[in-house]
């Protein structure tokens, strides 16, 4: 019995528990106990991820878990419907939980700092915690649905978390909640991707479930251990099938776990033959390998990766209602579907548009939700649904062309911002397309390493540029006063530590860059930390985005060499594209050091900005440590590394859940000219920036600072094309939104109201009733029910003396219209009596 | 089975009426209070005793069950047959449920000081629950016909004497529509009834299955396509199905807080449960050849419903038109006509009457603040009310179909449905799937104007805070969303058996529905 797994619903538990105590008492307590609370949430979250881990080292096949009191869900028997509330921990989850926790605990450190004196603080730590449990809930659930319940869940706290400051005046605070509803939205026309795969899915596999708890999740790795060891032990293979009962009792029940593999309870439910499938492995808990595939599993009783499998191996045809195809081409449609769904979470092209708006957000919110975590759900889906991705070879070409295109658009546009959180933001954009690019090439294990090391070189370049944002805000109040303005202190310094309204001082933006230069000096921590996730971004040797980014490359050039057909092709368009991008990368990011950190200070609130507290500098100090180690969970099989870490480490730990995840052979050339590249942009950028980070504008742009780009013959107008984001909002506008408003205004106004409401009632409805009514009406032989439309007419005729004191012009159609639905009934009971002749 | 004494069915239709016959002798001027509590326990009576059926009621059995039958008119086949099965068990403890609620709320709503008569409100808003309950457990057309047409004249003089400034206008409108409708569909039961020699619904079918009664069938406008119409039609308009929505706007604008809570929340199910009830399995072969093009006309409801929605600045109005929207998910999973998309109509009528009654109670508790209904003059209003706010929140999340919440598991089962239909399928899901997009669009526009943004206008912000009597309305609405979102199971379990015998039925006189599960 693995009871570590047991402890699993406690990683949803805590953070939820913390969301509950803020939401109700947070408002009457101090801000220590609010942060106490939420931080003592994330920590345990995360010190149960780590038990987890350590479990699941020893016997790396997952679990199952039902949680207790939570057992059954969506059930509808006759539909054949059982969706349950199930957790699955694997190693592909805990790799997942483990930052997620991890970092997220780190920035609910920072927090503390950055929302000191926000009169919502307690709100923003219940968001937090909040937005924890569903990632929690993303990534650990075992079917598709309950993943939705956490992707649709953390798209609310982000909604919730973007609007954080809706309060603003002058305009500001109806921006942050444009840019909450727009995040919502957007990631909305993804869920409908997502929500019609759901159901595809289930026509074709009649589940959701990733796996049963009988299954095993990696058959090709199991058989491929288990030759292994039958070469080293030949009797093992028999295993000690006297225990092997297994009456797959534990599938159903409160609080029980059930294994996928080890012990007796293996073997599922409903599988045929037990005995004989062995339950091996008993004598060697250590060894966790166990000596049987998924073969003796009935189709219907495996998870839908499972299935996938067996359906291509048989040629299987998939029925929806009347539609009926290959499964090859289910899959395609499966996956494209899914395809929406992750362009919307993770950004990418063509729904980009929502994240760089995303920064409305308090910067511990971009940093934890816009960067590290929530944005990489799209990839994780892609990653746990490899099986599908694998065999869709169209879908994959087009996951490829996506994410190179977005990695290079968002690139691109990086270029040319301003503000400090915009160019990190349109990183993020553009590190998302590497991974996404990863998968379509089908480096499922790469994407998840550049996944990891991205979680924590991002959040620390966030945080770091958050530290600058808080001390250029101090600064800038500081300096105020310095300046002679003493009667402004007060309220500038009260507003400042809340953050209050950037806009209360419309001369004074503290995220534009044009305003910073030379903090070095005034910030050594978050400067030097700013360094090293600059370096990682960037790819530098020997710092973690080096070795992740070049994974992906490697893989891309292997697929390009290897894979043949379509895949070959997204193979070299990956390599070439993300070479380029990478090349973008290393320039904007130091274009950004210099502007911000370099030189000298180019206004009172950079001369002035105070280093920051330390709450806040020692996540980074902890995180910027992560960005230079972290990669060597992963590294390649190559001289020297190899003698001091595991090769592949990563890779290895996520094959046991990711059928097809592969190592990548290290390509000396490749990397090296990955590095060159990098390299010579950080040159390039210190050459053009080092000398004069900004220089006067001419013409319109007189009187404001440019980037020296624009001088340069040939760059300069591609610079402005960045500048203006390619003017992917504005198209946007002009494509999508006014046409939608302006149908939505004429199917109200003129559809609805004038012809279907007005004109519809007038001409039919109401001249029809009068005439019917009328005809009624007319003193004509009614026989039998004369006398009783009399004794109707008094009634109605009381009932019409309550409508008396309000009667407008409508006495006559209220009269009879009230008149003949009495009269009907009457009909109803009396009509039988007039069939017989009385 | 027949029960000896009193059905726990009877109880609770008659109970209402009990609580109206003591309003009868309470005095206007004087006993107010009384009339008020007295009202409020005789429904919150009425909701225990829908619970304890609930309780004694046995899943497994497909069938009625708690069944009460007096002959009524011997001669001509009628009777008071009543008894609930999985189609409407959900819908009476709907009803219920919603009751107390939309009564407590008329507790502080002011238009019933201005105008007066409270005597009179109260005792129409148990007469309607009686009516109201009696649609949902009738068994007898004539005895159907009756509760459907009586349900009318209470909410006509909700809307008529305590509505808003158009009330009449409103009022006759809406009963004329439903009027139109219930026309036909008095001509389709007197045909139905005559043919089959009995008015009651259990017998009909059973006669039908048995081969004993044939309502011909070839095409969309054969005999039996005609009385599926003239019942369908009388539903369609109730519902309301595009395009015949045009009098829901006016009544929901109009009418009353309570008003619309009912309207919302229970009146419009009558029609959607209408279709489930007598339409599909006393007509089931026109009911497949017609759900093609019902189901077109559902999606266009869906979606012309939400972009219409996305364009008023009235928020009841708003509202009122995400209703259109909604209730085009609830037929087309009835018309998917598999046990997925039916069972999801049903779970989505209950939804909806929560959701969408919930945000009527809301829109209520913002008016009695403001007198206004403008979104343009809120803003804010998270400042000002931050409990209240965040309530609002959840119940527009609900609506909107947030996983976890209640409105998306019907949603979900509806489409999961529709999308492996034999009748419909993926096309249809599609399009009907894209209206999940437009109800965050239109949703969300309401919620960001009325409740972000800066707090600037001075009207906004010493808004009293929320009594409790008004937290007492909120909370089980709360309540509901959570648990339906949560823990769908059982009431999914309390239809299936029934459900699942009506698809059976079908598919034994349309095999073209049946479906094997893959």
């Given at each position: 019995?693995?009871?570590y797994?047991?402890l ?11 969301a509950?105590?803020?939401?109700f008492?947070?408002?009457?307590m ?7 609370v939420a931080i003592?949430?994330a ?5 149960v991820t780590?038990?987890?881990?350590s479990?699941?080292?020893?016997n ?11 057992d059954?869900?969506?059930t ?6 059982d969706?349950?509330?199930?957790l699955r921990?694997d190693?592909l ?15 609910h450190?920072y927090?503390v700092g950055y929302m000191?004196?926000?009169p919502?603080f307690h709100r923003f730590f ?11 809930v993303l990534v650990?659930?075992?079917?598709f649905?309950?993943?939705f ?9 982000s909604?919730l ?10 305009g ?5 909640s ?5 995040a919502m ?5 993804g ?13 074709t596999?009649g ?5 049963t708890?009988g299954?095993?999740a ?6 491929e251990?288990?030759a292994?060891?039958h070469?080293?032990?030949a009797?093992?293979a028999?295993?000690?099938e006297?225990e ?5 009792e534990?599938a159903?029940?409160?609080g029980?776990i059930?294994?996928v593999?080890g012990?007796?309870?293996a073997g599922g439910?409903g599988?045929e033959g037990e ?14 390998v166990v000596?049987?595939n ?5 189709t219907?009783f495996?998870?839908?990766f499972?299935?996938?499998e067996?359906?291509?191996?048989e040629?299987h045809e998939?029925?929806w209602g009347?539609?009926?195809?290959p499964?090859?081409?289910?899959l395609?449609l499966?996956t494209l579907?899914?395809v929406?769904g992750v362009?919307?979470k ?11 708006d995303a920064?409305a957000?308090?910067?511990?919110v971009?940093?934890?939700i816009?960067a590290?975590?929530m944005?990489?759900a799209?990839?994780?889906?892609m990653?746990?649904s490899n099986v599908?991705?694998?065999?869709a070879?169209?879908t994959?070409?087009?996951v490829t ?5 977005t990695a290079?658009v ?5 270029l ?8 990190l933001?349109?990183?993020t954009v553009?590190?998302?397309g590497f991974?996404v690019?990863?998968v ?5 294990s790469a994407?998840?390493?550049h996944l990891?090391t991205?979680?924590f070189?991002k959040?620390?370049l ?7 944002i808080?001390a250029m805000?101090?600064g800038h109040?500081?300096g105020?006063?310095?300046?002679g303005?003493a009667d402004?202190h007060?309220?500038a310094?009260?507003d400042?530590d809340a953050?209050?309204d ?7 933006d503290p ?5 910073m230069g030379?903090l070095?000096a005034?910030?050594?921590?978050t400067?030097w ?5 600059t ?8 710092f973690?985005?080096?070795?992740s980014k070049?994974?992906i ?8 060499l290897t ?5 070959s ?8 594209g ?6 973008f990368?290393?320039f904007?990011?130091w ?9 000298q200070p180019r ?5 002035n900005?105070p ?5 806040m500098?020692y996540p980074?100090?902890?995180l910027?440590?992560?960005s230079?180690?972290i ?8 001289f020297?590394f190899?003698?001091?870490?595991i ?9 046991n859940s990711?059928?097809?995840a592969?190592a990548?052979e290290?390509?000396?050339l ?9 390299v010579?942009?950080i040159?390039?950028?210190s050459r053009i920036y080092?000398?004069r ?14 980037d020296p780009?624009?001088e ?8 402005g094309?960045a500048h203006?984001?390619l003017?992917i909002?504005e198209?946007?506008y ?8 302006v ?5 109200a106004?003129?559809?609805?109201w ?11 409805i109401v001249r029809g009733?009068n005439?019917?009514?009328?005809l009624?009406a ?7 029910i ?5 004794g109707?007419g ?9 409508l008396?004191p309000i009667q ?5 159609t209220?009269a009879i219209t009230l008149l ?17 002749g009385? | 089975m027949?029960?000896?004494?009193l059905s726990?069915?009877?109880v ?5 009426l009990?609580?109206l ?7 206007e001027?004087t ?7 007295t009202?409020?326990g005789?429904s919150?009576?009425?909701f225990?005793a829908?619970l304890?059926?609930w309780?004694?009621?046995d ?16 001669t001509?086949g009628?009777s ?7 189609l ?5 403890i709907l009803?219920?449920f ?13 238009v019933l000081?201005?105008r007066g008569r ?11 629950e009686?009516?109201?309950?009696g649609?949902?457990v009738?068994q007898?057309?004539v005895?159907?016909y009756?509760f ?6 209470p909410?006509?003089?909700?809307i008529?004497?305590?509505?808003a ?7 006759v409108?809406?009963f004329?529509?439903t009027?139109?409708g219930?026309?036909l569909?008095?001509l389709a ?5 005559g ?6 619904v259990?017998?009909i079918?059973a006669g039908?299955?048995a081969?004993s009664?044939?309502?011909p069938?070839?095409d969309?406008f ?8 003239g019942?369908f039609?009388?539903f ?6 595009w395009?015949?929505?045009s009098?829901?706007?006016d009544?929901h604008?109009?009418?009353p807080t309570?008003?619309?809570v ?5 009146l419009?199910k009558?029609?959607?449960y ?16 017609w759900?093609p093009i019902?189901a077109?006309?559902a ?6 419903g939400?972009?219409v929605s ?8 708003l ?7 909604h209730l ?9 006509l598999?046990?997925?998309g039916?069972?999801g109509?049903i ?7 929560i959701?969408?009654?919930g945000l ?5 508790m913002?008016y ?7 979104l343009?003059n809120?803003?804010?209003i998270?400042?000002a009310?931050p409990?209240f706010?965040a309530i609002?929140l ?7 179909g947030?996983p976890?919440l209640?409105?998306?598991i019907g949603?979900f089962?509806i489409l ?7 009748i419909?399928g ?6 009907a799937?894209?209206g999940?997009?437009l ?8 919620f960001?104007?009325?409740y ?5 206008k ?5 808004l009293?805070?929320?009594h409790?009597q ?13 648990w339906v ?7 999914f379990?309390t ?5 699942n015998q ?6 034994a ?6 479906q094997t599960?893959?």
């Amino acid at each position: 019995m693995e009871s570590y797994a047991l402890l699993a619903p406690l990683v949803i538990l805590f953070p939820a528990i913390g969301a509950f105590i803020n939401l109700f008492f947070g408002a009457r307590m101090t801000e220590r106990w609010v942060a106490g609370v939420a931080i003592g949430a994330a920590v345990l979250s995360f010190l149960v991820t780590v038990l987890l881990f350590s479990g699941l080292s020893a016997n790396p096949g997952g679990v199952i878990v039902n949680p207790p009191f939570f057992d059954g869900w969506l059930t509808i028997p006759s539909a054949g419907i059982d969706f349950s509330w199930q957790l699955r921990v694997d190693t592909l989850s805990v790799a997942m939980l483990l930052f997620i926790t991890g970092v997220g605990s780190l920035i609910h450190i920072y927090a503390v700092g950055y929302m000191h004196g926000d009169p919502r603080f307690h709100r923003f730590f219940t968001y937090l915690n909040m937005f924890l449990a569903f990632m929690v809930v993303l990534v650990t659930g075992n079917n598709f649905l309950m993943m939705f319940v956490g992707w649709e869940g953390v798209g609310l706290c982000s909604f919730l978390l973007i609007g954080f400051w809706f309060d603003r005046t002058r305009g500001v605070g109806w921006r942050n909640s444009n840019a909450a509803r727009k995040a919502m939205i957007v990631n909305r026309i993804g869920d409908f991707g997502l929500l019609m795969a759901m159901f595809m899915i289930f026509g074709t596999f009649g589940t959701l479930d990733y796996f049963t708890p009988g299954e095993i999740a990696n058959v090709e790795l199991v058989e491929e251990h288990a030759a292994e060891e039958h070469g080293e032990e030949a009797p093992g293979a028999a295993g000690t099938e006297g225990e092997g009962e297994g009456e797959g009792e534990g599938a159903a029940g409160e609080g029980t776990i059930v294994l996928v593999q080890g012990e007796g309870e293996a073997g599922g439910e409903g599988a045929e033959g037990e005995g004989e499938e062995g339950e091996g492995g008993h004598g060697h808990e250590e060894s966790a390998v166990v000596y049987t595939n998924n073969d003796h599993i009935p189709t219907e009783f495996l998870g839908v990766f499972g299935q996938t499998e067996r359906m291509l191996e048989e040629g299987h045809e998939v029925q929806w209602g009347p539609v009926r195809l290959p499964i090859q081409d289910a899959l395609i449609l499966i996956t494209l579907f899914i395809v929406i769904g992750v362009t919307g979470k993770s950004a990418q092209i063509p729904l980009l548009v929502w994240l760089p708006d995303a920064m409305a957000g308090p910067t511990p919110v971009s940093a934890l939700i816009h960067a590290a975590t929530m944005v990489t759900a799209g990839v994780y889906l892609m990653v746990r649904s490899n099986v599908f991705f694998y065999e869709a070879e169209l879908t994959s070409f087009i996951v490829t062309l996506i994410g190179v295109g977005t990695a290079l658009v968002g690139g691109f546009i990086a270029l040319g911002q301003w503000d400090i959180k915009r160019v990190l933001a349109y990183s993020t954009v553009s590190q998302l397309g590497f991974m996404v690019a990863a998968v379509g090439i089908g480096a499922y294990s790469a994407a998840m390493f550049h996944l990891i090391t991205h979680a924590f070189f991002k959040a620390l370049l966030f945080l770091g540029s958050g530290s600058v944002i808080h001390a250029m805000e101090h600064g800038h109040a500081h300096g105020a006063h310095h300046n002679g303005h003493a009667d402004d202190h007060a309220d500038a310094h009260a507003d400042q530590d809340a953050h209050t309204d950037h806009a209360d001082d419309e001369d004074f933006d503290p995220q534009d860059m044009r305003n910073m230069g030379g903090l070095r000096a005034r910030m050594p921590i978050t400067y030097w930390t700013y360094i090293f996730g600059t370096l990682a971004l960037a790819g530098i040797f020997p710092f973690a985005g080096f070795w992740s980014k070049d994974e992906i490359l490697a893989d891309s050039w292997i697929a390009g060499l290897t894979a043949g057909g379509l895949t070959s092709l997204g193979g070299f368009i990956a390599l070439v594209g993300l070479l380029i991008a990478a090349g973008f990368t290393a320039f904007y990011m130091w274009r950004q050091i210099i502007m911000v950190f370099h030189g000298q200070p180019r206004t009172d609130a950079a001369r002035n900005a105070p280093e920051s507290v330390r709450t806040m500098t020692y996540p980074l100090i902890v995180l910027a440590a992560c960005s230079l180690l972290i990669g060597f969970i992963n590294v390649p099989d190559i001289f020297l590394f190899n003698s001091i870490f595991i090769p592949h480490e990563l890779t290895h730990w996520l094959e046991n859940s990711v059928l097809h995840a592969h190592a990548a052979e290290f390509q000396l050339l490749i990397a090296m000219l990955a590095l060159g590249l990098a390299v010579g942009a950080i040159v390039l950028a210190s050459r053009i920036y080092g000398e004069r980070p900004l220089i006067e504008g001419e013409g319109a742009e007189e009187g404001t600072l440019q980037d020296p780009l624009v001088e340069i013959p040939r760059v300069g107008r591609p610079w402005g094309l960045a500048h203006a984001r390619l003017y992917i909002d504005e198209i946007y506008y002009r494509l999508v939104e006014r046409p939608f408003n302006v149908t939505a205004r004429f199917l109200a106004d003129v559809i609805d109201w004038q012809f279907l409401h007005d004109y519809f009632h007038d001409v039919v409805i109401v001249r029809g009733f009068n005439g019917i009514g009328q005809l009624l009406a007319r003193p004509v032989d009614l026989g039998i029910i004369d006398g009783a439309v009399n004794g109707v007419g008094v009634v109605a005729r009381w009932l019409g003396g309550l409508l008396k004191p309000i009667q407008t012009g409508y006495v006559r159609t209220y009269a009879i219209t009230l008149l003949l639905g009495v009269v009907i009934v009457i009909i109803v009971l009396l009509l039988p009596l007039i069939q017989n002749g009385g | 089975m027949e029960a000896t004494g009193l059905s726990l069915v009877t109880v609770v239709l008659f109970l209402p009426l009990v609580g109206l016959t003591i309003l009868l002798f309470l005095n206007e001027e004087t006993q107010l209070n009384n009339i008020k509590w007295t009202t409020l326990g005789t429904s919150l009576a009425t909701f225990a005793a829908s619970l304890v059926m609930w309780a004694s009621f046995d899943n497994s059995i497909p069938g009625l069950q708690m069944v009460q039958r007096w002959d009524f008119i011997p001669t001509y086949g009628v009777s008071y047959y009543v008894g609930v099965d999985g189609l409407s068990l959900l819908l009476v403890i709907l009803t219920t449920f919603i009751m107390p609620l939309a009564i407590l709320a008329s507790f502080r709503t002011e238009v019933l000081h201005e105008r007066g008569r409270q005597k009179l409100y109260y005792m129409f808003l148990l007469l309607l629950e009686w009516a109201m309950i009696g649609v949902f457990v009738a068994q007898d057309l004539v005895v159907f016909y009756i509760f459907w047409e009586v349900s009318l004249i209470p909410m006509y003089f909700l809307i008529g004497i305590w509505g808003a400034e158009n009330r009449v206008y409103a009022a006759v409108k809406f009963f004329l529509y439903t009027m139109a409708g219930s026309l036909l569909m008095l001509l389709a039961v007197l045909f139905v009834g005559g043919s089959a020699g009995t008015f009651a619904v259990p017998e009909i079918i059973a006669g039908i299955q048995a081969g004993s009664i044939v309502f011909p069938f070839s095409d969309l406008f054969s005999t039996q396509s005609a009385l599926f119409l003239g019942f369908f039609i009388a539903f369609a308009i109730k519902v309301p199905i595009w395009p015949l929505h045009s009098w829901l706007p006016d009544a929901h604008v109009q009418a009353p807080t309570a008003g619309s809570v009912i309207l919302a929340g229970v009146l419009l199910k009558m029609g959607t449960y209408g279709i489930v009830r007598f339409c599909l399995p006393m007509f089931p072969e026109a009911s497949v050849a017609w759900a093609p093009i019902i189901a077109v006309l559902a999606v266009i409801g869906i979606i012309y419903g939400g972009w219409v929605s996305y364009a008023q600045n009235d928020v009841k109005k708003l509202v009122a038109y995400s209703s259109v929207s909604h209730l085009g998910f609830v037929v087309l999973g009835i018309f998917a006509l598999n046990a997925a998309g039916i069972q999801g109509g049903i779970l989505q009528m209950v939804n909806h009457g929560i959701s969408t009654g919930g945000l009527f109670l809301v829109v209520g508790m913002l008016y009695e603040r403001r007198h206004t209904k403008e979104l343009s003059n809120f803003g804010g209003i998270w400042l000002a009310l931050p409990a209240f706010s965040a309530i609002s929140l959840v119940i527009v999340l609900s609506s909107m179909g947030l996983p976890g919440l209640n409105g998306f598991i019907g949603e979900f089962t509806i489409l999961l449905g529709t999308l492996n239909s034999n009748i419909l399928g993926f096309f249809y899901a599609l399009a009907a799937t894209l209206g999940v997009i437009l109800a965050a669009i239109y949703l969300l526009r309401m919620f960001q104007i009325v409740y972000m943004g800066p707090l600037d206008k001075d009207e906004n912000k010493n808004l009293p805070r929320l009594h409790w009597q008004e937290l007492a309305v909120l909370i089980p609405i709360l309540v509901a969303i959570i648990w339906v979102g949560l823990q769908p199971a059982p009431f999914f379990a309390t239809m299936d058996s029934s459900v699942n015998q009506l698809v059976i039925d079908m598919g034994a006189s349309v095999p073209t529905i049946v479906q094997t599960l893959p």
